[in-house]
């Protein structure tokens, strides 16, 4: 027994010194050209020095040690963090940082096709084909306001029916918001009580709220491992498959009703020019990558600026000191008489810098989606091989003392001069920069505007629980970052 036990050790000690040794000399490659960084463990890397609910904290403490480029593992694979405004503006502008760096469970639910996770020739061919058929359906055009407009006049509606009692208003922004961009991809709104309508904004919620939390840090970690283990990180891939199947009956009733002299949405543009492309080997469009490049804008044009709403409200419900002054700029530009516009806004620079301010201090994508080094790169005084997942801190700009006198404050004269003007920060980027920053920012800012001011038009706020016990802390605040749950009333004006 002695014999058998002995050999047993024998033989996992060998079998762990045979890994322990795959690990260092794989955590070593690239020693002398990456930065610096925190120690790491074999099999774990830098897991311990991360908090899982505060992950971009831990990264910004990690920064002021290392300096604002370095190195940490996630696992075995080393991940170049970049901070600070300066760097962030260095780094982003060009092609060195324009891949799409390692996201495992976005690979898992999307492959390599759509428009968010691909790289190379399809990211290209998709990404241009998009830019230019959402510009030519009014992205940057007056119909496109009008159906926020129309929208926000629904929503105002909506809320109305509340009579003035407590409700949870997350539902309600992202039918509306969902709503607009439905109206471009998939060439109509939905009513709100329309049940595959709800199941879908459900649905994306549900994998949005997933995102922020430490299962899915730990699939990034140990992808191979968790695939066999249950948990949240599972029902991302299931909610995923059931979006998809949603997206593959639109596209099946668009096939059949297809006029390609006249299209009538994005989904129709894609199906066009799969058919004009269908004898080229080069096209990268696909049914697979319409799919899901539909699903990156639909999911884009959906939950991002309908929790930045969700946040932006809890914090005017946190500060009234900051809605009455809303309210006083709207009366006075719009009134009560007309429909708010875009136009607006140039005479609005309160309003304007409340909303810019909600947008850095709620901080909503900490890290940004991971990019990838397109060749060997020499940045500053290193050298990152190609291929290197590298974060974009947003956090470490939204948050640089440097660029904001009060960054951990809810501060709207951070974009405000002397003169009461809107002051605009060139360190304000909750979109990214460069080439792979959001497709839908001019959208976004015009929906967030335009609802905002038609709700604060129409209606007065009224927390439903003392102001000191109104928590504007994310509840999640992982990859994503989300609001607490809450309630509030609305008073007609």
């Known amino acids: 027994m002695e014999l058998v036990g002995t050999s047993t050790f024998l033989l996992l000690l060998c079998l762990a010194s045979m890994i322990l040794s795959t690990v260092l000399k794989r955590m070593k490659q690239g020693v002398g050209k990456l930065p610096p960084g925190p120690t790491a463990l074999p099999l774990l890397g830098n897991i311990l020095q991360l908090k899982g609910k ?100 629904f929503l105002v509606e909506e809320f109305r029916k509340n009579k003035e009692q407590p409700f949870d208003p997350t539902i309600f922004f992202s039918r509306s918001v969902s709503n607009v961009i439905c109206s471009v991809v998939f060439g109509d709104r939905f009513d709100y009580e329309d049940t595959n309508f709800l199941f879908l904004i459900i649905t994306l919620d549900d994998l949005f709220h997933i995102l922020g939390t430490v299962w899915v840090q730990l699939y990034s970690l140990f992808p191979n491992v968790m695939e066999y283990l249950p948990g949240p990180h599972k029902k991302v891939v299931k909610d995923m498959d059931q979006l998809k199947v949603f997206i593959q009956e639109r596209v099946k009733m668009h096939q059949d009703t297809l006029d390609p002299n006249c299209p009538r ?86 309003t304007e810098a409340v909303i810019y301010e909600i947008q850095r201090f709620i901080d909503i994508v900490p890290l940004a989606l991971p990019r990838a080094a397109t060749r060997d790169i020499q940045f500053r005084q290193y050298v990152i091989p190609k291929g290197t997942t590298v974060y974009t801190v947003l956090s470490s700009v939204l948050y640089d003392p440097k660029h904001y006198q009060n960054p951990e404050s809810f501060d709207p004269n951070h974009f405000l001069d002397a003169n009461g003007c809107f002051k605009r920060n060139d360190a304000f980027m909750p979109f990214s920069s460069g080439k792979r920053m959001c497709l839908g920012e001019g959208l976004a800012r015009m ?40 309630s509030f009333c609305l008073l007609p004006r």
């Not at 959402?134 to 992205?139: D, K």
């Not at 080069?282 to 639909?298: K, Y």
């Not at 884009?300 to 006083?328: A, D, M, Q, W």
């Open 54 to 153: 505060e992950l971009f904290r831990s990264i910004l403490k990690l920064s002021e040690k290392y300096g604002s480029v370095f190195t940490i593992y996630l696992g075995s694979e080393p991940v170049v963090m970049l901070c600070g405004y300066e760097v962030l503006k260095e780094a982003l502008n060009g092609d060195d940082f324009a891949a799409r760096g390692s996201l495992p469970l976005l690979k898992r639910i999307t492959g390599d096709h759509g428009v968010i996770n691909s790289n190379g020739e399809r990211w290209k061919q998709l990404r241009r084909f998009s830019i230019v058929t959402l510009n030519n359906f009014g992205m940057k055009k007056r119909s496109i306001e009008e159906r926020i407009q129309t929208e926000a006049q």
């Open 265 to 350: 949405d994005f989904i129709d543009c894609f199906l066009i020019k799969m058919d004009q492309e269908k004898e080229n080997p080069l096209s990268e469009f696909s049914m697979e990558n319409l799919v899901t490049t539909t699903f990156d804008l639909f999911a884009g044009g959906t939950e991002i600026t309908s929790t930045t709403l969700r946040f932006g409200f809890l914090i005017l419900l946190k500060y009234p000191e900051v809605e009455e002054k809303l309210h006083e700029e709207i009366d006075r530009v719009i009134g009560q008489n007309r429909c708010p516009s875009i136009e607006d806004r140039n005479a609005m620079p309160y």
């Open 447 to 486: 929906e967030l505007f335009l609802f905002f001011t038609t709700i604060l038009q129409n209606f007065d706020l009224k927390s439903d629980i003392d102001l000191k016990e109104i928590d504007v802390n994310p509840e999640t605040s992982g990859f994503s970052r989300v609001p607490h749950p809450f």
